[in-house]
């Protein structure tokens, strides 16, 4: 194991003691959707994927990341923070009065591109910068996060056709296939069978990983920034909700679940 997939691993666990310290502090947090794609956004900022300015978030030069699933991305005020967005005693604040950290991100937050709050709209909104990006000949990548139930939504899809007839091979979307929605499993509501084969039908050139596998998640995000053949790219990155939580971790109703204190309180004392 060398050094960097230890650096990579530590501070996944850093992260994820931290995701579940703020949720103990803040339960209005969705701690399950949140705990899944902790690998993906530590890959993304500490992994050498994402270029990005702490100082300066607008940067011309930053790549665009779109959290669509908004909700589940708490697990990333620990890492803004690390990486000097904003200072650290913020996260002792979230969902606090006069706190800009709230229980869904908004564009308040240095370091978030957009409103994430209603699902379903973060690639469309993905594909666009991305084509504008293409027509200022502009050399950023554009990175959209979404939930694998949030594929049920129609608008993806057409953000799906619409990116593959533009050739924006600048576009990379990575799902976190966790398999859960809201109320249950999401093959129980509509079945998406292979994510990578249908994606693959529409014209889209796809990678599957283990996505709590660190540097297997790392090595293919790397790979797809690099690689521009006119086809946008997919990452389907295979996770669990609720990740680590024993009674949370593939719940089929972990979304709205909150583990009890006492067991956040035993988590973060066994793993220090």
């Known amino acids: 194991m060398n050094e960097n997939s230890v650096n990579l691993q530590e501070k996944s666990h850093w992260v994820w003691r931290q995701t579940l310290a703020i949720h103990r502090r803040a339960p209005e947090t969705r701690l399950a959707s949140s705990l899944s794609p902790i690998?993906?956004?530590?890959?993304?900022?500490?992994?050498?994927?994402?270029?990005?300015?702490?100082?300066n978030p607008y940067a011309e030069n930053r790549d665009r990341v779109i959290i669509s699933k908004g909700h589940g991305s708490i697990c990333m005020y620990p890492i803004l923070a690390d990486l000097g967005y904003f200072p650290l005693e913020e996260l002792q604040r979230v969902c606090k009065t006069g706190s800009f950290l709230g229980g869904i991100p908004d564009p308040v937050i240095p370091g978030y591109e957009t409103v994430n709050g209603s699902l379903g709209h973060g690639l469309g909104v993905g594909s666009g910068i991305a084509l504008a990006l293409k027509r200022k000949q502009s050399q950023q990548s554009v990175f959209v996060i979404v939930g694998d139930g949030e594929l049920h939504e129609g608008a993806n899809w057409e953000a799906i056709m619409f990116a593959s007839q533009h050739?924006?091979?600048?576009?990379?979307?990575?799902?976190?296939?966790?398999?859960?929605?809201?109320?249950?499993?999401?093959?129980?509501?509509v079945s998406h069978g292979s994510l990578s084969a249908r994606?693959?039908?529409?014209?889209?050139?796809?990678?599957d990983v283990d996505g709590h596998n660190i540097i297997e998640?790392?090595?293919?995000?790397?790979?797809?920034?690099?690689t521009c053949t006119g086809k946008p790219k997919a990452l389907i990155a295979r996770t669990l909700k609720g990740h680590g939580v024993p009674g949370l971790e593939n719940a089929p109703l972990s979304h709205i679940m909150n583990p009890k204190p006492e067991l956040i309180d035993t988590l973060l004392e066994q793993t220090l």
């Open 199 to 207: 994606l693959s039908a529409f014209g889209w050139e796809c990678l």
């Open 217 to 226: 998640v790392q090595s293919a995000l790397l790979q797809m920034k690099k």
């Open 167 to 189: 050739r924006l091979d600048n576009l990379n979307l990575i799902v976190d296939d966790n398999q859960i929605s809201m109320l249950g499993y999401t093959d129980d509501i």
């Open 39 to 55: 690998e993906i956004f530590v890959a993304l900022y500490y992994g050498g994927v994402v270029v990005f300015d702490a100082v």
